[in-house]
């Protein structure tokens, strides 16, 4: 083994020449703006100057069980004099394993992060993944497909959100033997799901309502896709839906009932705002406006507070999943509670169990609860 190399120095030392050498002189500093290069340390390299195998430099980082302690650490003390670090990709081919776990989403990642159900679900996936030193990639559509974005996810296993089961995907992550587990989906029974009670917390709050009087109703419901026309809703908004028309037959109310104004929009503020808006200044104006989820909500009582009209006072107000912001906004808001962190928890933990292939129960039903705060009231006289 060369001795130089040996003793820690893998560099080449260039000599000065000219004037500078034979005047004794220090030189002159290189401009580093001109000085070459070096080329990005290898395997190879580290394992000449460790006096080892290149296949001992790889166990040394990917299955350290295989080498002697002293081994293993002249390796790693060499790899950070070289400032070797091994090539992610590599890394992934020798293990077989990316250690990634991918969130497939439904919507593209601006119009995911203006809805908090994501933040506070990202909060208990991504306690998972820390626990497990993990990493997370959000993979969104690709041109508005889901399906074209898992070819292109490096990731171990997927939790997918909001996937409707009968298009391509579930049959392209099977195909592929790729983990994974829907979120908020009607799935199958030898898929691994997790969902909440959204029918009975959605029954439980409309419930509330009518027992306070209220008979005049408004319904801020978010959109149900692109395939609602041809299958109908789908997942938790066919559930809620169930929920609120099961609860308006039991007073002899329904969706088609000209006391019940149903309005479909975006799932944002915003456009709660507006549609609450046009409610209020039409001629049949709600006593109650329910909405199914709360970004909606907390919008419809941005517009009341612009129309000068009084919460719960002339109007009631409830939503659906209890977000942070339900507590925060004045009046506080009645709502459902969903257990938003939990789902991303126990979603993680099942993806976990999948991809080490631990047998595990293939669905998890996690309950709401209705939190009734002040945003609703009597109906008025």
């Known amino acids: 083994m060369n001795r130089d190399l040996d003793e820690g120095d893998a560099s080449v030392a260039v000599r000065p020449t000219g004037s500078d050498a034979s005047s004794g002189s220090s030189p002159a500093r290189p401009d580093p703006s001109t000085r070459p290069s070096r080329p990005r340390p290898t395997a190879r390299l580290v394992a000449e100057v460790a006096g080892v195998s290149r296949t001992a430099v790889s166990f040394a980082f990917n299955d350290p069980a295989r080498l002697s302690p002293e081994t293993r ?59 497990e030193g993990m990493s997370l990639l959000l993979a969104p559509p690709i041109r508005s497909s889901m399906l074209q974005a898992i070819p292109y996810a490096a990731v171990d296993g997927f939790v997918v959100c909001g996937l409707e089961i009968d298009r391509g995907e579930v049959a392209e992550l099977r195909r592929r033997r790729m983990p994974f587990v829907l979120v908020d989906s009607d799935a199958p029974d030898d898929v691994p799901s997790v969902e909440v009670t959204d029918r009975q917390g959605m029954a439980d709050v409309v419930r509330h309502l009518l027992q306070l009087g209220h008979r005049r109703l408004a319904v801020l419901s978010f959109e149900g896709g692109p395939d609602r026309a041809r299958h109908g809703y789908r997942g938790p908004l066919a559930r809620r839906i169930s929920g609120l028309t099961e609860a308006l037959g039991e007073v002899g109310l329904s969706l088609d009932h000209p006391d019940v104004q149903f309005v479909e929009i975006p799932c944002t503020r915003a456009d709660g705002f507006r549609a609450t808006r046009q409610l209020m200044t039409s001629d049949h104006r709600p006593t109650a406006i329910i909405a199914l989820s709360d970004i909606l909500a907390i919008g419809a009582i941005d517009a009341l507070h612009d129309l000068g009209i009084s ?23 009645t709502t459902v509670r969903q257990p938003m962190q939990a789902k991303g928890r126990v979603a993680g933990d099942m993806l976990i169990s999948a991809i080490r292939g631990e047998s595990h129960h293939p669905h998890q039903l996690l309950h709401t609860a209705l939190i009734v705060r002040e945003s609703s009231g009597p109906a008025p006289t």
């Open 311 to 333: 919460i719960p006072g002339e109007v009631s107000v409830t939503g659906f999943d209890d977000q942070p912001e339900a507590a925060w906004v004045r009046p506080r808001l």
């Open 73 to 131: 650490a002249r390796i790693l003390q060499v790899a950070e004099e070289l400032g070797y670090r091994p090539h992610p990709v590599a890394r992934m081919l020798v293990r077989g394993q990316t250690r990634t776990l991918g969130l497939l989403l439904p919507q593209d990642i601006p119009q995911v992060m203006e809805n908090p159900y994501y933040s506070q679900f990202l909060v208990g996936l991504g306690q998972v993944v820390h626990r």
